[in-house]
């Protein structure tokens, strides 16, 4: 079946513009992920949706990252008015709640 | 909070060498535990995972696990390490219910 699809595999964006990744998770996991990879660096948690509890948001770096989660489909993370430092392959990851994760192929973006 | 640790950031052997790659974590409650390969340009997949039951897991690829609860620890270790396993290993834990938490990884070159 169809893994965890993410879109666009690649951005390229100038430093200030607002960017807009997507995670199709797979049907019917709970819990989906957002983690940071960047160069020479391991992953780093940003948010974690689980159901329909509140989103565990605790790994957010600022206020110009957020997301959203539409019930246990789609996600979208939104970073605004971006920086150099936010240049990483972006990772979104699925699962059933306590199961191992589903990991997509990334989006690498890179803020010139 | 969960905390992972993975000692050695690097790690270089010649084939036909064992391989043990430690991971601590920082959690006193019941816990969920992972080891996660990413093989270069590829994404990571689950190597092998510890729910409950035998604390010794075996992995795909003549990998292996030992959970110790007493050392918060989770040991990987393979006894004849091939040129195909040069890759990046993470180490990661959840408690039942919460985030997946990652270690910074673990890159392993084997020369052939």
């Known amino acids: 079946g169809a893994g965890v699809s993410q879109s666009p595999s690649n951005k390229v964006t100038e430093k200030g513009k607002d960017v807009e990744l997507r995670c199709d998770p797979i049907?019917?996991?709970?819990?989906l992920y957002w983690y940071r990879q960047r160069l020479g660096q391991g992953l780093e948690f940003l948010i974690y949706?689980?159901?329909?509890?509140?989103?565990?948001k605790s790994g957010l770096p600022s206020d110009r990252f957020s997301a959203e989660r539409t019930g246990e489909s789609v996600s979208t993370l939104t970073i605004q008015r971006t920086q150099q430092e936010d240049s990483a392959v972006y990772l979104c990851?699925?699962?059933?709640?306590?199961?191992?994760?589903?990991f997509g192929n990334g989006t690498r973006l890179t803020v010139t | 909070a969960q905390s992972v640790s993975q000692h050695n950031h690097h790690v270089i052997l010649s084939e036909a060498a064992s391989l043990e790659l430690g991971c601590n974590y920082s959690?006193?409650?019941?816990?969920?535990l992972f080891w996660y390969v990413q093989y270069p340009g590829q994404h990571l997949q689950l190597l092998l995972k510890y729910f409950s039951g035998d604390p010794l897991v075996k992995g795909i690829k003549g990998f292996e696990a030992e959970f110790i609860k007493s050392k918060f620890s989770f040991n990987l270790r393979k006894p004849s390490v091939q040129w195909s396993d040069t890759a990046e290993y993470f180490c990661?834990?959840?408690?039942?219910?919460?985030?997946?938490?990652f270690g910074a990884g673990t890159i392993l070159r084997v020369k052939s």
């Open positions: 990661a834990v959840n408690a039942k219910g919460n985030k997946l938490v």
């Open positions: 949706f689980q159901g329909n509890s509140a989103p565990d």
């Open positions: 959690y006193g409650g019941t816990v969920n």
């Open positions: 990851a699925s699962s059933l709640m306590g199961s191992p994760l589903h």
């Open positions: 049907s019917g996991h709970t819990a």
